[in-house]
């Protein structure tokens, strides 16, 4: 990714600066290690009553079958660029806590704090993530058998990055675009909702 798509405002962490998700690949393979080592960095996330409530279900390209059936959940405007990611993955989220089967309203938000360490250490291993919500959670419990109380979160593209010319045109406008976020100020209140607040003027 070239320096002038970044727009980062204030210094912040390099890794998370440079992560973004693109839908371009790279034609090569993630090695088994470098997989390995961003599931670790997973694992380590933090989770209400450390019930870490998520599980992934990942597939590489060497893994025909899984890596087909990963992409047969994906909806038709994520299946063509996606299908070419080395790795797939989907995130799942147990529903309930182990110790007494409460419901886990929080089950979701620590399943993203996992993907979400899980980019960071993709990010500082050269690598992107592209986490997608369009994709269909009934086709994915019955391809991969997802028990009841364990909804499926998120499907996953991980990869090295790869030339936007290999996407098709609008798609292309949209990996080459100058990246944007809304200002602190539009989100973060003190004194009342919609009150910007002076830690961030």
């Known amino acids: 990714m070239s320096e002038e798509r970044l727009d980062v405002g204030p210094a912040i ?3 998370l600066a440079r992560r973004w998700s693109p839908r371009a690949w790279a034609d090569r393979p ?3 290690e470098s997989i390995e080592l961003c599931l670790e960095a997973a694992r380590w996330a ?3 009553m450390n019930q870490q409530p998520w599980y992934f279900i990942v597939a590489t390209r060497e893994q025909p079958d899984a890596h087909e059936r990963l992409v047969a959940c994906l909806s038709d405007g994520n299946a063509p660029w996606a299908r070419r990611a080395p790795v797939l993955m989907l995130s799942v989220a147990q ?5 007494d ?12 704090l996992a993907t979400a360490a899980l980019m960071g250490q993709a990010t500082a291993l050269g690598m992107h993530v592209h986490a997608m919500g ?3 959670r009934t086709k994915a419990r019955e391809l991969f058998g997802i028990p009841k109380g364990c909804d499926p979160v998120a499907a996953i593209a991980m990869g090295y990055l790869g030339d936007p010319d290999s996407l098709a045109e609008e798609l292309r406008e949209t990996e080459t675009a100058p990246r944007s976020r809304r200002p602190c ?3 973060v209140f003190t004194d009342a909702w919609g009150r910007p607040s002076p830690l961030v003027e």
């Open 13 to 15: 962490l390099e890794v």
């Open 30 to 32: 993630v090695e088994a």
């Open 46 to 48: 933090a989770s209400s």
């Open 95 to 99: 529903q309930t806590f182990d110790v």
């Open 101 to 112: 089967g409460r419901p886990n309203r929080f089950a979701w938000h620590d399943t993203g």
């Open 134 to 136: 369009g994709f269909s």
């Open 185 to 187: 100020r539009a989100w």
